[in-house]
């Protein structure tokens, strides 16, 4: 499809102003230009609003995804809204009532890099303490205990 069709069924279907998308040209992303890049930066910076912090200082934190790992026990991603998650915290998982310890935290950039702490906004993947905490099909609010 070329790109003046596109526009304007993008706009049709994503109920936006012509303003509000970006155009691209190239057939993969690999191929995209440096200034094309830098062009989609910009406009999520601009677009997407950043993280309010909350007043209240409890943490609140959404595990959005889980799994069992037989070497590191389970492992979660994680994303804070409110607090601070921190290594060595003792949590509770809101859905079960369980309780565990958070034994390590880390960032993807892209690769892992270890973290001493979460803060609202931020992304992390947390481990734990394989059944104390919750199930790898357990998905739910996490809570300071």
Not at 44 to 59: H, M, Q, S, T
Not at 72 to 79: A, D, N, Q
Request: with cysteine; hydrophobic share 45%; net charge positive.
């Amino acid at each position: 499809m070329r790109r003046n069709e596109a526009r304007p069924l993008a706009e049709q279907l994503l109920a936006q102003c012509a303003g509000a998308i970006v155009t691209l040209v190239g057939t993969a992303a690999l191929q995209l230009r440096d200034d094309q890049i830098d062009e989609i930066l910009e406009a999520i910076v601009k677009r997407i609003p950043a993280p309010k912090v909350p007043a209240d200082p409890a943490l609140r934190a959404l595990i959005f995804d889980s799994w069992y790992d037989p070497y590191e026990g389970v492992i979660g991603l994680v994303r804070a809204f409110g607090g601070e998650l921190r290594k060595a915290m003792k949590v509770r998982l809101m859905a079960t009532g369980k309780e565990g310890e958070v034994l390590r935290l880390g960032h993807f950039t892209p690769h892992e890099r270890e973290a001493e702490s979460l803060s609202p906004g931020e992304l992390a993947r947390y481990y734990a303490r394989a059944a104390r905490l919750a199930p790898p099909d357990v998905l739910g609010w996490l809570h300071r205990r």
